[in-house]
């Protein structure tokens, strides 16, 4: 099948003319380390906004963005920001802007991720930018930052750039749960090895071009998403959650743990941070009153069941939604997405959280390129307002 092209060849070496170049020349030191993210839905700045596809993959449309940090909507999947947008604003970067918009100041780095993207170019094929055209568009702006910066200076500012990879949920979900076909063709254990074997070779790519610094958000328990629950076939013995989906998460992210480790040792200069999302997430659905939630279960913005239909915004084919009073009550924003109350949190706990729970290096770490990190008493200190990351 022919790709679209996402993108304008005449606008974004605009872009990279007039602030990459100024950038490199102002910086020199590891702390100002830009910051590339590759992705889905859970760090899509508005990349969708820019390309013809569903009302599904898009965020531009109110009540998206409500909580006031942001003048519109956005395209971003919450009521406000994303985990990368406080990761930029604690590496003291300005928000990251999308690889489409045009007008981006792209001198601190760039965001790739598309709403609905998968690792596999099957999943939502047409509709989304996968992740590997998020890696042929990395390589456009490569390419920019040889032709103004020279070779020299381009491969400093991208070896010392920190890359957010947040990947993997549309493949289970949309790709395999929501495929018949693909269930007839694969068995679970079989599926989850070719995502998994494709994000290696991913990851492989952006260190062969250079990337060494690399930071993985884990996949979620995706069978406790509103909408999830709201299709769960057997809600009366599991409590709600669907668990065949929660089992595709957690057996993609103990792979993904074991890759990561087997290439700290083959490739060198390579450095991670990894955290276990999945349960980070789940004791705030199952607790949400322990971390200042009220509801675990239920969308702020849906309809139906644990308001997991999604139809937050009134664009899809079902127009009715329901919104909640106050999104920071909510673990969930929509059938899909937290609100950015969660994502706040664990931007914290990823940026600094200690050695037990964030390793073998934190954001924070990457960013300073501390060469190790050791478990010692200030490391239950977490994130900057000193909450243990849990």
């Known amino acids: 099948m022919a790709r679209l092209i996402f993108h304008s060849s005449e606008s974004f070496p605009v872009c990279v003319i007039l602030s990459l170049l100024l950038s490199f020349s102002a910086s020199g030191s590891s702390s100002?380390?830009?910051?590339?993210i590759f992705g889905d839905s859970t760090v899509d700045p508005g990349n969708n906004n820019y390309i013809k596809t569903t009302s599904e993959n898009q965020a531009n449309y109110k009540p998206y963005g409500q909580n006031g940090f942001f003048d519109k909507?956005?395209?971003?999947?919450?009521?406000?920001?994303?985990?990368?947008?406080?990761?930029?604003?604690?590496?003291?970067?300005?928000?990251?802007?999308?690889?489409?918009?045009p007008a981006a100041d792209c001198s601190n780095g760039v965001n790739?991720?598309?709403?609905?993207?998968?690792?596999?170019?099957?999943?939502?094929?047409?509709?989304?930018?996968?992740?590997?055209?998020?890696?042929?568009?990395?390589?456009?702006?490569?390419?920019?930052?040889?032709?103004?910066?020279?070779?020299?200076?381009?491969?400093?500012?991208?070896?010392?750039?920190?890359?957010?990879?947040?990947?993997?949920?549309?493949?289970?979900?949309?790709?395999?749960?929501?495929n018949p076909k693909m269930q007839?063709?694969?068995?679970?254990?079989?599926?989850?090895?070719?995502?998994?074997?494709?994000?290696?070779?991913?990851?492989?790519?952006?260190?062969?071009?250079?990337?060494?610094?690399?930071?993985?958000?884990?996949?979620?328990?995706?069978?406790?998403?509103?909408?999830?629950?709201?299709?769960n076939p057997d809600k009366a013995n599991e409590g709600g959650c669907f668990e065949a989906a929660s089992a595709l998460a957690l057996a993609h992210n103990n792979a993904?743990?074991?890759?990561?480790?087997?290439?700290?040792?083959?490739?060198?200069?390579?450095?991670?941070?990894?955290?276990?999302?999945?349960?980070?997430?789940?004791?705030?659905?199952t607790h949400p009153a322990m971390y200042g939630f009220k509801d675990g279960a239920n969308a702020c913005c849906g309809y139906g069941p644990y308001r997991g239909i999604f139809t937050c915004g009134g664009t899809k084919n079902i127009t009715e939604y329901e919104l909640c009073e106050k999104a920071d009550d909510h673990v969930w924003w929509d059938a899909f997405h937290p609100t950015e109350r969660i994502h706040e949190q664990?931007?914290?706990?990823?940026?600094?959280?200690?050695?037990?729970?964030?390793?073998?290096?934190?954001?924070?770490?990457?960013?300073?390129?501390?060469?190790?990190?050791?478990?010692?008493?200030?490391?239950?200190?977490?994130?900057?307002?000193?909450?243990?990351?849990?």
């Open 73 to 101: 909507p956005t395209g971003r999947f919450s009521d406000g920001r994303v985990i990368v947008d406080f990761i930029a604003e604690y590496a003291k970067l300005p928000l990251i802007p999308p690889f489409l918009d």
């Open 184 to 231: 007839e063709d694969y068995n679970p254990e079989t599926y989850v090895g070719m995502v998994i074997g494709n994000l290696t070779q991913a990851i492989q790519v952006l260190y062969e071009k250079g990337g060494r610094k690399f930071a993985f958000l884990s996949l979620s328990p995706l069978g406790c998403l509103p909408a999830l629950r709201a299709l």
């Open 32 to 36: 100002n380390a830009a910051l590339f």
């Open 112 to 178: 790739f991720a598309s709403g609905g993207a998968g690792v596999l170019s099957e999943t939502h094929q047409g509709l989304v930018i996968d992740l590997p055209r998020q890696l042929e568009n990395f390589e456009v702006v490569q390419k920019s930052l040889v032709e103004k910066l020279g070779e020299a200076n381009a491969s400093e500012l991208t070896s010392e750039a920190v890359y957010f990879i947040s990947i993997g949920s549309n493949d289970y979900m949309g790709g395999y749960l929501g």
């Open 346 to 390: 664990f931007a914290k706990a990823l940026w600094n959280g200690p050695a037990s729970s964030v390793g073998p290096y934190n954001v924070e770490d990457l960013f300073l390129n501390r060469e190790s990190r050791l478990t010692k008493i200030a490391d239950i200190v977490d994130g900057p307002d000193g909450n243990h990351f849990q």
């Open 256 to 285: 993904l743990t074991a890759v990561l480790t087997g290439l700290e040792h083959i490739l060198k200069g390579f450095k991670y941070c990894n955290s276990n999302f999945y349960s980070w997430l789940d004791d705030r659905i």
